[in-house]
Protein backbone atom coordinates (compact mmCIF):
# COMPACT_ATOMS: atom_id res chain seq x y z
CA UNK A 1 0.00 0.00 0.00
CA UNK A 2 0.73 3.61 -0.31
CA UNK A 3 3.53 4.83 2.58
CA UNK A 4 4.68 8.04 3.31
CA UNK A 5 8.20 8.06 4.87
CA UNK A 6 8.02 11.32 7.27
CA UNK A 7 11.55 12.11 8.75
CA UNK A 8 13.39 13.58 10.60
CA UNK A 9 11.62 10.91 13.32
CA UNK A 10 12.48 13.14 15.74
CA UNK A 11 14.17 16.67 16.43
CA UNK A 12 15.61 18.27 19.63
CA UNK A 13 16.35 22.09 19.47
CA UNK A 14 16.74 25.44 20.81
CA UNK A 15 14.06 28.20 21.13
CA UNK A 16 15.14 30.39 18.67
CA UNK A 17 16.29 27.92 15.64
CA UNK A 18 14.79 26.75 12.65
CA UNK A 19 13.39 23.58 11.79
CA UNK A 20 12.83 21.86 8.55
CA UNK A 21 10.24 18.35 8.54
CA UNK A 22 9.62 16.48 5.01
CA UNK A 23 7.51 13.94 3.93
CA UNK A 24 7.99 11.97 0.56
CA UNK A 25 6.23 8.88 -1.02
CA UNK A 26 6.25 7.20 -4.52
CA UNK A 27 2.79 7.65 -5.44
CA UNK A 28 1.85 10.71 -6.16
CA UNK A 29 -1.34 12.66 -4.54
CA UNK A 30 -3.18 15.50 -5.01
CA UNK A 31 -3.44 17.00 -1.37
CA UNK A 32 -0.91 17.16 1.31
CA UNK A 33 -2.25 18.16 5.13
CA UNK A 34 -0.04 19.03 7.59
CA UNK A 35 -0.95 18.62 11.41
CA UNK A 36 0.47 19.29 14.98
CA UNK A 37 -1.01 16.85 17.89
CA UNK A 38 -0.32 17.80 21.44
CA UNK A 39 -0.01 15.82 24.24
CA UNK A 40 -3.54 14.70 24.97
CA UNK A 41 -4.77 15.86 22.27
CA UNK A 42 -5.99 15.03 18.99
CA UNK A 43 -4.11 16.34 15.68
CA UNK A 44 -5.05 20.25 14.55
CA UNK A 45 -4.85 21.00 10.85
CA UNK A 46 -1.80 23.84 10.55
CA UNK A 47 -1.77 24.23 6.88
CA UNK A 48 -3.30 22.13 3.37
CA UNK A 49 -2.01 22.13 0.05
CA UNK A 50 -3.39 21.76 -3.26
CA UNK A 51 -1.86 22.79 -6.08
CA UNK A 52 1.82 20.91 -6.95
CA UNK A 53 5.13 23.79 -6.56
CA UNK A 54 2.30 25.81 -3.84
CA UNK A 55 4.23 27.10 -0.99
CA UNK A 56 2.10 28.34 1.89
CA UNK A 57 2.72 30.44 5.08
CA UNK A 58 0.65 30.17 8.18
CA UNK A 59 2.19 32.46 10.45
CA UNK A 60 6.45 31.25 11.09
CA UNK A 61 4.74 27.77 9.43
CA UNK A 62 5.47 27.37 5.73
CA UNK A 63 4.48 24.60 3.40
CA UNK A 64 5.47 23.57 0.26
CA UNK A 65 3.50 20.86 -2.27
CA UNK A 66 6.84 19.52 -3.94
CA UNK A 67 6.30 20.04 -7.89
CA UNK A 68 6.71 16.04 -8.71
CA UNK A 69 3.49 15.97 -6.11
CA UNK A 70 5.42 13.23 -4.32
CA UNK A 71 6.79 15.24 -1.44
CA UNK A 72 6.29 17.95 0.87
CA UNK A 73 8.35 19.67 3.42
CA UNK A 74 7.25 21.82 6.97
CA UNK A 75 9.77 24.54 8.14
CA UNK A 76 8.98 26.64 11.04
CA UNK A 77 11.15 29.56 12.11
CA UNK A 78 12.47 30.48 14.92
CA UNK A 79 10.60 27.77 17.21
CA UNK A 80 9.37 28.39 20.69
CA UNK A 81 8.82 26.13 23.53
CA UNK A 82 4.93 26.18 22.58
CA UNK A 83 5.87 24.38 18.91
CA UNK A 84 6.44 21.12 21.42
CA UNK A 85 4.38 18.47 19.77
CA UNK A 86 4.09 15.56 17.12
CA UNK A 87 3.40 16.77 13.75
CA UNK A 88 1.95 14.61 10.95
CA UNK A 89 1.82 14.90 6.75
CA UNK A 90 -1.30 13.54 5.33
CA UNK A 91 -2.36 12.48 2.01
CA UNK A 92 -5.52 11.13 0.36
CA UNK A 93 -4.46 8.34 -1.51
CA UNK A 94 -6.01 4.42 -1.69
CA UNK A 95 -8.65 3.17 -3.86
CA UNK A 96 -11.62 5.17 -1.47
CA UNK A 97 -9.11 8.32 -1.33
CA UNK A 98 -8.91 7.80 2.56
CA UNK A 99 -6.73 10.37 4.78
CA UNK A 100 -3.47 8.08 5.66
CA UNK A 101 -0.42 9.77 7.71
CA UNK A 102 3.04 9.83 7.87
CA UNK A 103 4.79 8.26 10.91
CA UNK A 104 5.48 11.87 12.91
CA UNK A 105 7.96 14.03 13.73
CA UNK A 106 8.31 14.57 17.25
CA UNK A 107 9.61 18.05 18.17
CA UNK A 108 11.33 19.00 21.42
CA UNK A 109 12.06 23.03 21.90
CA UNK A 110 14.38 23.59 24.78
CA UNK A 111 14.29 27.36 26.17
CA UNK B 1 -21.27 21.26 18.79
CA UNK B 2 -18.87 23.03 17.36
CA UNK B 3 -16.25 20.34 16.87
CA UNK B 4 -15.87 16.18 16.71
CA UNK B 5 -16.84 15.05 20.03
CA UNK B 6 -15.86 11.66 21.38
CA UNK B 7 -16.75 9.80 24.31
CA UNK B 8 -15.75 8.44 26.78
CA UNK B 9 -12.39 10.66 26.84
CA UNK B 10 -10.99 7.67 28.82
CA UNK B 11 -12.58 3.74 29.21
CA UNK B 12 -10.90 1.14 31.18
CA UNK B 13 -12.21 -2.05 30.98
CA UNK B 14 -11.19 -5.64 31.37
CA UNK B 15 -9.42 -7.67 29.05
CA UNK B 16 -12.20 -9.80 27.49
CA UNK B 17 -15.10 -7.24 27.46
CA UNK B 18 -16.58 -5.79 24.67
CA UNK B 19 -16.23 -1.95 24.50
CA UNK B 20 -17.84 0.96 22.66
CA UNK B 21 -16.65 4.08 21.71
CA UNK B 22 -18.18 6.97 20.48
CA UNK B 23 -17.60 10.01 17.88
CA UNK B 24 -20.62 12.72 16.54
CA UNK B 25 -18.74 14.43 13.80
CA UNK B 26 -19.00 18.06 12.95
CA UNK B 27 -22.82 18.29 11.46
CA UNK B 28 -22.90 17.94 7.96
CA UNK B 29 -19.66 16.47 7.49
CA UNK B 30 -20.05 13.37 5.29
CA UNK B 31 -16.58 11.89 5.60
CA UNK B 32 -15.56 10.40 9.14
CA UNK B 33 -12.44 8.20 9.65
CA UNK B 34 -11.01 6.45 13.13
CA UNK B 35 -7.48 5.76 13.55
CA UNK B 36 -5.31 4.29 16.41
CA UNK B 37 -2.33 5.64 18.10
CA UNK B 38 -0.63 3.65 20.43
CA UNK B 39 1.86 4.85 22.62
CA UNK B 40 4.12 7.08 21.31
CA UNK B 41 3.34 5.34 17.72
CA UNK B 42 2.02 7.30 14.75
CA UNK B 43 -1.93 7.28 13.23
CA UNK B 44 -2.94 4.13 12.01
CA UNK B 45 -6.14 4.17 10.03
CA UNK B 46 -8.80 2.01 10.70
CA UNK B 47 -12.01 2.78 8.53
CA UNK B 48 -13.18 5.22 6.70
CA UNK B 49 -17.32 6.10 6.36
CA UNK B 50 -17.93 8.18 2.78
CA UNK B 51 -21.26 9.29 2.11
CA UNK B 52 -23.80 6.47 1.49
CA UNK B 53 -21.22 4.54 0.18
CA UNK B 54 -19.56 1.30 1.76
CA UNK B 55 -17.34 2.38 4.53
CA UNK B 56 -13.25 1.59 3.56
CA UNK B 57 -12.95 -1.17 6.48
CA UNK B 58 -9.35 -1.96 5.35
CA UNK B 59 -7.14 -1.07 8.60
CA UNK B 60 -8.91 -2.30 10.85
CA UNK B 61 -6.75 -5.13 12.44
CA UNK B 62 -9.08 -8.18 12.76
CA UNK B 63 -12.59 -9.25 13.08
CA UNK B 64 -13.15 -8.04 17.19
CA UNK B 65 -13.10 -4.45 15.63
CA UNK B 66 -16.27 -3.23 13.84
CA UNK B 67 -17.60 0.25 13.34
CA UNK B 68 -21.34 1.50 12.37
CA UNK B 69 -22.31 5.22 11.39
CA UNK B 70 -26.04 5.48 11.52
CA UNK B 71 -27.96 7.88 9.80
CA UNK B 72 -24.81 9.45 8.37
CA UNK B 73 -23.90 11.15 11.60
CA UNK B 74 -22.87 9.35 14.98
CA UNK B 75 -20.34 6.56 14.50
CA UNK B 76 -19.43 3.67 17.03
CA UNK B 77 -16.27 1.86 17.18
CA UNK B 78 -17.02 -1.42 18.71
CA UNK B 79 -13.88 -3.68 20.15
CA UNK B 80 -14.93 -7.49 21.19
CA UNK B 81 -13.30 -9.56 23.63
CA UNK B 82 -10.35 -6.76 24.51
CA UNK B 83 -6.85 -7.54 24.60
CA UNK B 84 -4.29 -5.77 26.44
CA UNK B 85 -2.96 -4.78 22.73
CA UNK B 86 -5.56 -2.71 22.50
CA UNK B 87 -4.77 0.19 24.36
CA UNK B 88 -4.29 2.32 22.52
CA UNK B 89 -5.90 6.19 21.81
CA UNK B 90 -8.43 6.14 19.50
CA UNK B 91 -9.20 8.95 17.34
CA UNK B 92 -12.30 10.15 15.07
CA UNK B 93 -11.98 12.73 12.36
CA UNK B 94 -14.63 14.29 9.82
CA UNK B 95 -14.27 15.84 7.00
CA UNK B 96 -16.76 18.22 5.02
CA UNK B 97 -17.19 16.29 1.93
CA UNK B 98 -15.73 12.99 0.50
CA UNK B 99 -11.96 13.63 -0.18
CA UNK B 100 -9.64 16.19 -0.76
CA UNK B 101 -10.43 18.29 2.02
CA UNK B 102 -9.13 19.53 5.65
CA UNK B 103 -10.26 16.55 8.13
CA UNK B 104 -11.02 17.62 11.48
CA UNK B 105 -10.18 15.86 14.67
CA UNK B 106 -11.68 14.95 18.21
CA UNK B 107 -9.77 14.50 21.32
CA UNK B 108 -9.35 11.22 21.17
CA UNK B 109 -11.09 8.19 23.80
CA UNK B 110 -8.03 6.88 25.22
CA UNK B 111 -8.49 2.95 26.04
CA UNK B 112 -6.89 0.81 28.82
CA UNK B 113 -7.34 -2.33 28.75
CA UNK B 114 -6.37 -4.28 32.19
Known amino acids: GQQLNQSPQSMFIQEGEDVSMNCTSSSIFNTWLWYKQEPGEGPVLLIA?????ELTSNGRLTAQFGITRKDSFLNISASIPSDVGIYFC???????????FGTGTLLAVQP | GAGVSQSPSNKVTEKGKDVELRCDPI?????LYWYRQSLGQGLEFLIY????????KSGLPSDRFSAERTGGSVSTLTIQRTQQEDSAVYLCASSRILTGTEAFFGQGTRLTVV
Open chain 1, 90 to 100: GVYGGATNKLI
Open chain 1, 49 to 53: LYKAG
Open chain 2, 49 to 56: FQGNSAPD
Open chain 2, 27 to 31: SGHTA
